[in-house]
T-cell receptor, first 112, second 114 residues
Framework: DQQVKQNSPSLSVQEGRISILNCDYT??????FLWYKKYPAEGPTFLIS?????DKNEDGRFTVFLNKSAKHLSLHIVPSQPGDSAVYFC???????????FGQGTRLTINP | NAGVTQTPKFRVLKTGQSMTLLCAQDMNHEYMYWYRQDPGMGLRLIHY???????AKGEVPDGYNVSRLKKQNFLLGLESAAPSQTSVYFCASSDRGVELDTQYFGPGTRLTVL
């Protein structure tokens, strides 16, 4: 059973516009959430994270929003740049767990 | 620092053959992880280790074994490879666990089992 779901396999956005990537989870014990970015032939790299005590976390062009009641988080990229084209994975963890559960990934393509 | 390195980068096996994937990190991290990535499945945890000499099962451990004899190395073994183990394998490490530190990933090993 997939505890972390990214229902959009792909997303295409015009350069300069906002990219919104979505992630849903089912385990109400999850209290820490992360986004990773992956380029082809490379390992994933950490992008941004959020604790369940917050509903928003910003880092430059990247903002993650958490809606605990809906068990939903989203990653906003503003403005989108061609270098943002990659696969984005959301991940979650519950308290005390020493491991992450990843979603299936969303391939983001930024068009010039 | 090289970070997290994986050996080999590519490998083709025949069904029933065995092999070992090596992960090495030079960041003195306590935690190490092995994942596999398959289309539409994301990253799934195979096994992980919270310190030298310790290992634990992840989501999809069947058909794999691991060892963490040295803090800097985490080995993933396939005793009898099957076509279902065709995948890209990623190793990761972190210093203090999930909420205190990010995981650093290696570049991956692409394995094909014929």
């Amino acid at each position: 059973d997939q505890q972390v779901k990214q229902n959009s396999p792909s997303l295409s956005v015009q350069e300069g516009r906002i990219s919104i990537l979505n992630c849903d989870y089912t385990n109400s014990m999850f209290d820490y959430f992360l986004w990773y970015k992956k380029y082809p032939a490379e390992g994933p790299t950490f992008l941004i994270s959020i604790s369940s005590i917050k509903d928003k976390n910003e880092d430059g062009r990247f903002t993650v929003f958490l809606n605990k009641s809906a068990k939903h988080l989203s990653l906003h990229i503003v403005p989108s740049q061609p270098g943002d084209s990659a696969v984005y994975f959301c991940a979650a963890s519950d308290p005390g767990a020493q491991k992450l559960v990843f979603g299936q990934g969303t391939r983001l393509t930024i068009n010039p | 620092n090289a970070g997290v390195t994986q050996t080999p980068k590519f490998r083709v096996l025949k069904t029933g053959q065995s092999m070992t994937l090596l992960c090495a990190q030079d960041m003195n991290h306590e935690y190490m992880y092995w994942y596999r990535q398959d289309p539409g499945m994301g990253l799934r945890l195979i096994h992980y280790s919270v310190g030298e000499g310790t290992t634990a099962k992840g989501e999809v451990p069947d058909g794999y074994n691991v060892s963490r004899l040295k803090k800097q190395n985490f080995l993933l073994g396939l005793e009898s490879a099957a076509p279902s183990q065709t995948s890209v394998y990623f190793c990761a490490s972190s210093d203090r666990g999930v909420e205190l530190d990010t995981q650093y990933f290696g570049p991956g090993t692409r394995l094909t089992v014929l």
